[in-house]
Nanobody, 119 residues
Framework: QVQLVESGGGSVQAGGSLRLSCAAS????????MGWYRQAPGKQRELVAD???????EYADSVKGRFTISRDNAKNTVHLQMNSLKPEDTATYYC?????????????WGQGTQVTVSS
């Protein structure tokens, strides 16, 4: 089992920055990938960015060049630095972790943290 605790959400004006953090705890042998998803009202949850243990990253096209994901494997934490925020970035952001060893991975979710960007 993996517990994910997020922090760092809030409200900011367009053009501003926020940094989200997520810490994983519990009983697990390996967390293969950690990442962030977001869900706006009336929309499906979508991948924002993720990063593997080896440092491979993936970003949604809409955030490339503005958001940066980083990870501390020793501390089992993942961070999302969000710059040049836009109103369309407003959503609930969820931390995600895939624990185990490929191909036997189990998915876990945080409780979500709200990000609101005003114009």
């Amino acid at each position: 089992q993996v517990q994910l605790v997020e922090s760092g959400g809030g409200s900011v004006q367009a053009g501003g920055s926020l940094r989200l953090s997520c810490a994983a705890s519990g009983s697990f042998s390996n967390i293969y990938a950690m990442g962030w998803y977001r869900q706006a009202p009336g929309k499906q949850r979508e991948l924002v960015a993720d990063i593997t243990t080896g440092g491979s990253t993936e970003y949604a096209d809409s955030v490339k060049g503005r958001f940066t994901i980083s990870r501390d494997n020793a501390k089992n934490t993942v961070h999302l630095q969000m710059n040049s925020l836009k109103p369309e970035d407003t959503a609930t952001y969820y931390c995600n972790a895939e624990a185990g060893w490929v191909p036997h991975l189990y998915e876990y979710w945080g409780q979500g943290t709200q990000v609101t960007v005003s114009s």
